[in-house]
């Protein structure tokens, strides 16, 4: 305690004490009876069980005790929580406040209350508060829930219950979208969709689940599919507008091709690695043979008419498409070349001359050969040089990967396996010209694994170039606002002004068959399903007889249909999502109130796939924007900064997180997928170094918290689980800051809120300081949410709590919490003002931690007295704290800097003692010598304060003003500033010679740290072969051990001159 304490305090410190003693023995006993009544009740052969599956689980682990067990699994040694609340209803918490923070006990009840209280649903009617309208990114139906995933809903929901707090109209809706399966033909179409509804049913429930755990505040009540008949209603208006207007079209053109799903997919479905030697590799459909990559082969072609040496040797990486070839082109200035201008080649394998062709744009003649083969049907490059010289497309390719009819011998083989015959053919006839590495990316199918083949096909394509040019205008004139607008600002241009047609037909059963009819006159012959002439597009069969036969000019009786048995590109259905769920094309009540959105959230990674499309449709059909703003988050990486792969062992399930999972568990997750035997070794090897004790329990709030905390905007987020565990820390430190208060609020009397902002006369500087820190923590966290730099917005509520409220306050008011009925009026006073001062910080904190921690910041809340007028009955309907209001009435910076100079000092005395190794127990005296007149005003008021954040024993002002008193050396002594000096009386608290020692040991070992670097920066190359940051940074670490060695030095010199005063 400091000196200044009053006397009523001093009086009563005996007896303070004495009760404080009474009521830890008391409690003591208590918990002590409940344990004992609950082994009393537990049956006997349970315990037996547990005790034998204890002794098993040690022998398992080599003898381990039960502490190394609990870290072993990842999970704390807790009873399990059993959920007694019935559904729905308010959760009871009369029962005493556990002794620390249990993550299941704390998440239960709460969400089911909220969801029945109605809260996540916007009033029937427009009410005149400010509407903001958030649609989630529709996950996959038949997916689950990622970190990704985690990270989008545990932003969305931060913002929606800031807004909700601050008195908006806030609607969040969920929807799923409709997955691309591959179809099972052994089931037959009706079979299959019924199956693929009963896998919907399944799993949507399993995501809903998931998004119930994350906290996630959705309106249940307009919960969409993509497949459900309002949005199917719109898919359907769409395409027949689209078709009617000819945006929609058929086209014959190149496509990624999965052989596996025998589907074309979107460019966000093909995933590219990188192969930068040849190695071997094997291929979905093919067994356990493994094909070259990353190679080129040679191989020649004989000019027809020519010698036996006039060949064009090309150089491919995908030797069996030369099957297909229709062009060898060369460079028209290629002096090697010109001889063979209007010439053709032989091809060896099918009955088909080759002509040599001049082309500038496809043919760098300084690069291999100098010639190329052309196969325009199976590659971007060449297709488009087909078009240029008018050439033949040949398909090679079945839509399973075999060749077809125009394979030759080869017909009816694998793809990859003709790759290796059409080699051994090559070097069989001569023909072969050898091989060199050929660093390559390959795509790959990121459903199946498979690579994608370019494959000629018609399919329907959107015209875009118009929709796109629209959507460029909307960002350029501000009205869509893309945010961090770098760099994704450009790329939105870049890719809407350099815009491709988009291929939305898919070769599947499931999803939305395409409202298009192939349409003929019966007993003519079928039409080319490749031309949009042939076609018509219509809401229903009747509707699409009516148009065929007008366009057809015949009675609807002779018109034969047949409706295209592909589905729409799942993008396609999602792309109507921000309007199609409120019922668009009908003019609902919703679609009137709610549409257009407000803010878009998702991942960068599909801004051109879905944002763009969003955009260029919504404006299309409805003539507005579909939200006013886009955020962007970074990409899910790990500790890292490794791309989150099955491969790598690094995939994390948010429950995982939340729940805990041993290391053996996490091994178990990798032999559900479909990777091969060297892949699981390896992921166990990556899940080993990360995880090498499992993941702990780290629950809900502690996960969102984190994954917010990371949104400070860049490219990637690198996920550290250790970051999240230290978030489960701090609930902890939250749960046991609220229970320290909760026992010294009893009696205590909020102010109303209409007093709330009244200026108090009985506040110390400590509470100014604390109120003046809520108001700043309150004014960065609302800018961080309404700029969408969560970051700052989790780092303001963190440091106030961590920093502020406890590492300060709770210390600073511990005297007078205590103070009791016999304590004087002023001493009474005091106290209830400290006491005011800590409810409206708990209060507001909790508030502002809200967003981000739904769960344990409702269960605190509710465990708090409330004021008597609070109107809200729960906290995620309770008001944000009010920036200006705050400001207004709280802000003081004399308050801040006072403390300030206080913190300093205390910081100053911590090290000390450390470096005297004192125990908290030990309580020297503290002597603070200054020579600043108003210094020495400012900190006056709060030596009492400074006494307790530095366990001294008393707390002194050294007036120094006319000039510097020395100190003695029984004490510790360090500068502050070149106006304070603290000194600590160390006498009596020490051992000189363990000091000595320990300080000398430390002193050598640096030396040598110290000695070996230098060493290191004196070899003859350093000057000139060490890179300037490395040489940089030696010096700075150099330096760093030569202020290390001084301060050794120093302590030694005191430890010594203590050890003689001794």
């Not at 790329?491 to 003929?520: F, K, M």
């Not at 690094?650 to 996490?666: A, F, K, M, T, Y």
Request: glycine content about 6%.
């Amino acid at each position: 305690a400091a000196p200044a304490a009053s006397a009523e305090l001093d009086a009563a410190a005996a007896e303070k004490l004495a009760k404080r003693e009474a009521k830890k023995a008391a409690k003591a006993a208590k918990i002590a009876a409940a344990k004992a009544k609950k082994e009393a009740v537990k049956p006997r052969r349970k315990r037996k069980q547990q005790q034998k599956a204890k002794a098993a689980a040690k022998a398992a682990n080599g003898g381990d005790d039960d502490d190394d067990n609990k870290k072993k699994s990842g999970k704390d040694d807790i009873p399990e929580f059993v959920n007694t609340t019935p559904a729905g209803e308010k959760k009871d918490l009369t029962a005493e406040m556990a002794s620390s923070y249990h993550p299941p006990a704390v998440e239960a009840a709460w969400y089911a209350w909220w969801q029945k209280q109605g809260y996540f649903t916007p009033t029937a009617e427009a009410n005149g508060r400010p509407k903001y309208v958030i649609v989630i990114p529709p996950p996959n139906v038949t997916g689950s829930l990622h970190l990704g995933h985690a990270l989008t809903n545990s932003v969305q929901d931060a913002l929606v219950r800031w807004r909700r707090m601050k008195g908006d109209d806030v609607l969040w809706v969920q929807a799923l979208k409709n997955d691309s399966k591959q179809t099972r033909h052994d089931l037959g179409r009706t079979d299959f969709v019924k199956k693929v509804w009963e896998w919907k049913e399944m799993y949507g429930s399993k995501i809903y689940n998931q998004l119930r755990r994350l906290g996630s505040s959705l309106d249940w009540t307009r919960t969409a599919f993509t497949m459900d008949d309002n949005l199917s209603a719109a898919v359907t208006e769409c395409f027949v507008r689209f078709f009617e207007e000819g945006l929609i079209y058929r086209a014959d053109r190149l496509v990624n091709w999965c052989c596996t799903l025998e589907t074309a997919i979107s460019d966000i479905e093909v995933e590219y690695i990188d192969i930068e030697k040849p190695v071997q590799r094997k291929v979905p459909g093919h067994g356990d043979k493994t094909y070259p990559f990353g190679v080129l082969d040679k191989f020649a072609y004989k000019v027809i008419g020519g010698s036996d040496d006039d060949e064009l040797v090309v150089a491919t990486t995908r030797i069996e498409t030369m099957l297909g070839d229709t062009a060898v082109a060369v460079h028209p200035d290629d002096e090697r070349y010109k001889k063979y201008h209007g010439k053709k080649l032989k091809h060896p394998f099918v009955d088909r001359e080759i002509p040599i062709i001049l082309d500038s744009v496809l043919v760098d003649m300084n690069f291999g050969t100098g010639a190329v083969k052309v196969t325009p049907a199976h590659d971007p490059n060449d297709y488009a040089t087909g078009k240029r010289h008018n050439l033949e497309f040949i398909n090679i390719l079945n839509r399973n990967g075999t060749f077809n009819e125009n394979g030759g011998e080869f017909a009816g083989m694998k793809r990859f396996d003709v790759r290796l015959a059409i080699i051994g053919k090559f070097k069989e006839m001569g023909l072969y010209r050898g091989k060199e590495p050929n660093p390559m990316r390959l795509g790959l199918c990121s459903r199946s694994g498979d690579v994608v083949e370019p494959f000629l096909t018609p399919q329907w394509w959107v015209d875009c170039k118009d929709m796109a040019a629209e959507a460029v205008k909307a960002v350029r004139t501000g009205e869509l606002e893309i945010v961090p607008a770098h760099p994704h600002t450009n790329t939105w241009y870049h890719w809407l002004e350099n815009v491709q047609d988009w291929c939305i037909s898919r070769q599947l059963w499931w999803g939305h068959r395409i409202p298009a009819y192939l349409i003929s006159i019966k007993g003519d012959p079928i039409p080319d399903d490749a031309e949009t002439k042939n076609w018509v597009s219509a809401p229903t069969v009747e509707e699409a007889r009516a148009k065929a036969a007008k366009k057809l000019g015949v009675p609807e009786d002779d018109v034969v249909l047949t409706q295209d048995e592909d589905v729409l590109d799942t993008w396609f259905s999602s792309g109507l999502f921000p309007f199609s769920v409120f019922g668009w094309p009908r003019e609902t009540d919703d679609f009137k109130r709610f549409f257009p959105t407000s803010v878009l959230e998702t991942g960068h990674d599909i801004l051109f796939f879905w944002v763009a499309r969003m955009v260029m449709m919504s404006q299309k059909l409805t003539g507005k924007l579909p939200f006013k703003q886009v955020l962007l988050h970074a990409m899910v990486r790990d500790a890292h900064n490794r791309k989150m792969s099955k491969s790598l062992g690094n995939v994390i399930d948010p429950l995982h997180c939340i729940e805990g999972i041993s290391l053996e568990e996490l091994h178990e997750t990798l032999k559900s997928g479909n990777l091969g035997e060297s892949e699981i070794k390896k992921a166990i090897a990556g899940q080993k170094a990360d995880y090498p004790k499992g993941i702990p329990e780290c629950g809900t709030d502690a996960l969102r918290f984190g994954l917010c905390s990371y949104m400070s905007q860049g490219r990637s987020i690198n996920l550290d689980v250790n970051r999240v565990v230290a978030y489960r820390h701090f609930c902890n430190k939250l749960w046991n800051a609220t229970r320290f208060a909760l026992t010294h609020l009893e009696g205590a009397e909020p102010s109303p809120h209409k007093t709330l902002y009244d200026e108090d006369t009985n506040r110390t500087g400590i509470e100014n300081w604390l109120l003046s820190r809520l108001a700043a923590a309150t004014a960065t966290s609302e800018n961080g949410l309404a700029s969408f730099q969560l970051a700052e917005a989790t780092d303001a509520a963190y440091n106030f709590w961590m920093h502020e409220l406890c590492a300060v306050f709770l210390e600073a008011i511990k005297p007078w919490v205590y103070i009791d009925d016999s304590a004087s009026d002023e001493a009474k006073a005091r106290k209830a003002s400290v006491q005011r001062t800590l409810y409206t910080a708990l209060d507001m904190g909790l508030r502002l931690l809200h967003p981000f921690m739904p769960f344990v910041t409702e269960e605190l809340w509710q465990r708090l007295p409330h004021r008597p007028d609070e109107p809200a009955e729960s906290l995620m309907m309770a008001a944000f704290p009010d920036t200006d209001v705050l400001n207004k009435a709280w802000s003081n910076k004399q308050a801040e800097e006072d403390v300030k100079l206080m913190n300093s000092l205390a910081d100053q005395v911590r090290s000390l003692r450390g470096e005297y190794r004192l125990t908290p127990k030990q309580k020297p005296t503290l002597t603070v010598h200054m020579t600043d007149a108003d210094e020495i005003k400012r900190l006056t008021p709060l030596l009492e304060t400074l006494g307790e954040l530095t366990w001294t024993s008393s707390v002194s002002i050294l007036d120094a003003t006319a000039g510097a008193v020395k100190s003695n050396t029984t004490q510790a002594c360090v500068g502050v500033s070149t106006s304070i000096e603290v000194r600590l009386t160390v006498k009596g608290f020490v051992n000189p010679d363990a000091l000595i020692k320990t300080a000398q040991t430390r002193q050598k070992k640096m030396q040598a740290k110290r000695d070996h670097l230098y060493k290191s920066t004196q070899t003859v190359y350093y000057d000139d072969k060490t890179p300037d940051e490395v040489k940089k940074s030696n010096q700075e670490t150099l330096d760093s051990f030569d202020a290390q060695l001084l301060a050794f030095e120093k302590s030694i010199k005191n430890f010594e001159a203590l050890k003689q005063e001794a």
